[in-house]
């Protein structure tokens, strides 16, 4: 079966301005079954978890410079075994926007080029921008770490949701 330890921290104290990672390593909690539930986790302990884990589901607080830090160095410590291919699924582009993350990847458009064309296709909304970290570390690594558009046109979400 799957196994999946969920790691979160205190949403309120994400919204201070001087809120770091010295502070937000100790606001992780487990929201797993079993008898860690509820146990507070030191970030270093929780990256050594995740490193070892197949699949991982970040629920975040969109472009909260702290949380996208966070998110940068799970996928850091993914990636320190050189043998490791991580797949980073980002709702915030929908999959007809997959070759804006594409052409950023190789080279192609900087993240200012992205951020316009993303805004003219205009369907999700997003302050991409302030992911800046999370996709030049993905494209610094490159042969490991690739990101993906993971969300349905909003097009077509709209219709199926009516």
């Known amino acids: 079966g799957l196994h999946v330890d969920y790691f979160i ?3 309120k104290d994400s ?3 001087k809120t770091n990672m010295q ?7 487990r929201i797993c079954s079993g008898p860690k539930f509820g146990q507070q986790i030191e970030l270093s302990d929780a990256l050594e978890e995740i ?3 197949k699949l991982i589901v970040f629920g975040e607080i969109h472009a909260n410079p702290t949380v996208i830090e966070l998110q940068r160095q799970i996928q850091e410590s993914l990636i320190k075994d050189k043998s490791n291919k991580v797949s980073v699924v980002m709702e915030h582009f929908s999959f007809e926007m997959q070759h804006l993350l594409d052409n ?15 805004k003219e296709i205009g369907t999700e909304g997003h302050d991409i921008l302030k992911y800046e970290p999370l996709l030049e570390h993905a494209k610094q690594n490159a042969e490991q770490v690739k990101i993906h558009a993971g969300f349905i046109p ?6 199926v949701m009516r």
Request: hydrophobic letters at 30%; charged letters at 30%.
């Open 51 to 53: 490193s070892h884990k």
């Open 104 to 118: 950023y990847a190789a080279g192609k458009m900087n993240l200012t080029q992205v951020h316009e064309a993303y």
């Open 23 to 29: 502070s937000i390593c100790k606001k992780i909690f």
């Open 154 to 159: 909003r097009t077509y979400a709209k219709m």
């Open 9 to 11: 921290f205190n949403k």
């Open 15 to 17: 919204k201070k301005k």
